[in-house]
C-alpha cells in the first residue's frame, strides 16, 4: 500500500505543478474586448496563440502571427494618501512612507487577423511582467516597445 501511494504521488505531484505552465494572472485594463475593466483574467502564452480567458469563459484567442506589435509601460507615483494616514499616527514614519514609490507595470497587444483589428492593455504583477513580454516576444518574434521612451512631437 505504501509503494502504490508514493506511485501516485511521484505522477500527481509534477502533474499539478506545471498545470498553469505559460498561465499568468492579470488584470484587463482596457480595450477592444468586451470585459470590464480591473478584471483578474488568465493569460495563456502558447506555441501558437495567445488567449485571455476568465473562469472557464475564453474572452479572446489570437493568433501568434496576427500580433502587430507589443508594448510595455510603467505608472509611478508616490503613496501620499498612505503617508497622510501614518502622519496622524507617527509624523516620521509618514514622513518616510511620503519618499517611497509605487509602479504598476503595463503590458499592451495589438493585431490584424484578416479585417478583425484590435488591442488591449493589461497590469500585470511586478513579479510576471518580464515573464509575460518575455513569453509574447518569443511566440511572435517582435520586440517590445517601451511606450515610456516614446516621444510624441505634434
Not at 484567442?61 to 501614518?86: F, K, N
Request: hydrophobic residues 45%; glycine residues 12%.
Amino acid at each position: 500500500m505504501r509503494n502504490f501511494l508514493a506511485a501516485v504521488l511521484c505522477v500527481l505531484i509534477p502533474v499539478t505543478a506545471f498545470a498553469d505552465a505559460g498561465s499568468f494572472k492579470v488584470s484587463y485594463d482596457g480595450g477592444s474586448i468586451t470585459e470590464k475593466t480591473g478584471t483578474t483574467v488568465n493569460l495563456f502564452i502558447e506555441s501558437n496563440q495567445v488567449r485571455l480567458a476568465k473562469k472557464n469563459e475564453v474572452l479572446a484567442t489570437i493568433p501568434a502571427s496576427a500580433i502587430t506589435e507589443i508594448s510595455y509601460g510603467q505608472d509611478v507615483h508616490r503613496r501620499v494618501g498612505a503617508a497622510i494616514g501614518l502622519a496622524v499616527v507617527s509624523l516620521g514614519i509618514g514622513a518616510l512612507m511620503l519618499l517611497s514609490k509605487s509602479k504598476k507595470h503595463y503590458v499592451g497587444i495589438t493585431w490584424v487577423d484578416g479585417d478583425k483589428k484590435g488591442g488591449f492593455v493589461m497590469q500585470c504583477d511586478k513579479s510576471d511582467y518580464r515573464g509575460v513580454l518575455l513569453g509574447l516576444e518569443g511566440v511572435t518574434g517582435k520586440k517590445a516597445v517601451d511606450s515610456d521612451a516614446i516621444t510624441v512631437k505634434n
